[in-house]
């Protein structure tokens, strides 16, 4: 964003050349164009044949439905500009998709704090697009206390089941299935799904794909906080 013509990472462009000094040791490596340090676990990640982007990859592109924005958005558009985390979810989940949408929730409030509001987008993508219409997805951004007046998050809703598919399973690597109503443990349950989020820096590379539980929340505004200092 502007402040009198000048971008936010050009008035800090001389506090940034001392501070790289002080926290290079927390830096990745800029010759695959990430700034956190490689993942745990990283040489074991790399020999993996992984269908999903990992730290280093760059951002998949697919443009998505954002109803409560009345607009399409493309995954990429906001290389160049904004640093992007993207999750996956349904809304009826009272599991795990609440902590997942609660860490966007954190970071987002983390870059308020910082006065980089504008240099964050947050993009929850819903693989239920059936039961997930536009006045459910505003019912729980309520819910989960997002900042819709931030301007900087966008509820993605695939057109239909099989889109859905595409975009989550097929280009994010994400994979969720249905649960039949007999085998859920509750109701609400209807699908089970792999827990994913993905940290994307400005210029569009994956800096960190966390999957399995959740992260806390001090770990999303450290890294949150890592970018925008590196910035």
Not at 52 to 70: M, S
Not at 148 to 155: E, L, S, T
């Amino acid at each position: 964003m502007d402040y009198d013509g000048v971008s936010r990472r050009q008035a800090l462009a001389g506090a940034a050349g001392v501070a790289l000094g002080t926290i290079a040791g927390c830096l990745g490596d800029d010759d695959d164009g990430t700034v956190l340090d490689p993942p745990e676990r990283w040489d074991q990640l790399q020999d993996m044949d992984t269908p999903r982007p990992i730290h280093g990859d760059e951002l998949p592109e697919t443009t998505v439905p954002a109803p409560l924005a009345d607009r399409d958005v493309t995954t990429t558009e906001f290389v160049g500009d904004r640093h992007a985390m993207f999750t996956f979810i349904f809304t009826r989940c009272s599991m795990a998709c609440p902590a997942l949408t609660s860490n966007l929730v954190q970071a987002q409030a983390t870059a308020a704090e910082h006065d980089a509001t504008d240099e964050f987008a947050f993009l929850p993508v819903t693989f239920d697009p059936e039961y997930d219409t536009p006045a459910e997805l505003e019912a729980y951004a309520g819910e989960q206390g997002v900042d819709r007046d931030a301007g900087n998050w966008w509820f993605l809703r695939p057109e239909s089941q099989d889109r859905a598919r595409d975009v989550v399973d097929d280009t994010f690597g994400v994979h969720y299935e249905y649960v039949p109503e007999e085998d859920r443990e509750m109701e609400n349950m209807a699908w089970s799904h792999a827990n994913v989020i993905y940290l994307v820096n400005e210029d569009g590379i994956v800096e960190r794909m966390y999957s399995g539980d959740p992260p806390s929340p001090a770990t999303i505004a450290t890294d949150v906080e890592t970018l925008l200092d590196r910035w």
